[in-house]
């Protein structure tokens, strides 16, 4: 059974630094692994997806990396702003049956 | 193009009712899946669908029945509400087909059994 983890459970950064965020998983066999952004009281907003045979996948000021054989993902929030204060997911996707994975999310603040 | 559309967006049952959440997509997704979001323990997967006519468990089916009769939609039945069964749930769409996989979230729905 696919366990994906998430941590820390929740940061808080001022605005204007980095922020990484790490999800790992223990089964290495993925189709594909998707962050996604979820506001409080609304639905997941899909951020990045990366293919298994991806190492990266780039857009504006998030970048996420994958290192399938250790079982890894970092996304990556460039210059980080208020608005970027939200929960992140990482989810994993089973080859096999679609079954989507998810990790319990890292819930970000970022202070103005 | 509305995407995954759910209703209602809040609901109120007492122990032992039955009701049907919908979930609707207009994008002609092969794939539907139904989660439940809970406190601490992430999203998991109830019921899903890669086609009309073909549903399988998730991680959690028990209390819960599906039907795929057609493409756009995916209904969630809780048959004997119980306050275990309180929860958001959401209801995602995805293509089979098109070589990018991105799942499409509808916006959820806020159940409360008492």
């Known amino acids: 059974k696919q366990e994906v983890t998430q941590i820390p459970a929740a940061l808080s950064v001022p605005e204007g630094e980095n922020l990484v965020l790490n999800c790992s998983f223990t089964?290495?066999?993925?189709?594909?692994l998707q962050w996604f952004r979820q506001d409080p009281g609304k639905g997941l907003t899909s951020l990045l997806l990366?293919?298994?045979?991806?190492r990266e996948q780039t857009s504006g000021r998030l970048n996420a990396s994958l290192d399938k054989s250790s079982g890894r993902s970092t996304l990556y929030i460039a210059a980080s702003q208020p608005g970027d204060s939200a929960t992140y997911l990482c989810?994993?996707?089973?080859?096999?049956?679609?079954?989507?994975?998810f990790g319990a999310g890292t819930t970000v603040t970022v202070r103005a | 193009n509305a995407g995954v559309t759910q209703t209602p967006k809040f609901q109120v049952l007492k122990t032992g009712q039955s009701m049907t959440l919908q979930c609707a997509q207009d994008?002609?997704?092969?794939?539907m899946s139904w989660y439940r979001q809970d406190p601490g323990m992430g999203l998991r997967l109830i019921h899903y669908s890669v086609g009309a006519g073909i549903t399988d468990q998730g991680e959690v089916p028990n209390g819960y029945n599906v039907s795929r009769s057609t493409t756009e939609d995916f209904p969630l039945r809780l048959l004997s509400a119980a306050p275990s069964q309180t929860s958001v749930y959401f209801c995602?769409?995805?293509?089979?087909?098109?070589?990018?996989?991105?799942?499409?979230f509808g916006p959820g729905t806020r159940l409360t059994v008492l």
């Open positions: 994008m002609n997704h092969e794939y």
């Open positions: 990366i293919q298994s045979s991806q």
């Open positions: 995602a769409s995805s293509s089979l087909t098109s070589g990018t996989d991105t799942q499409y």
């Open positions: 989810a994993v996707l089973d080859p096999n049956d679609y079954k989507l994975s």
């Open positions: 089964d290495s066999a993925i189709y594909n």
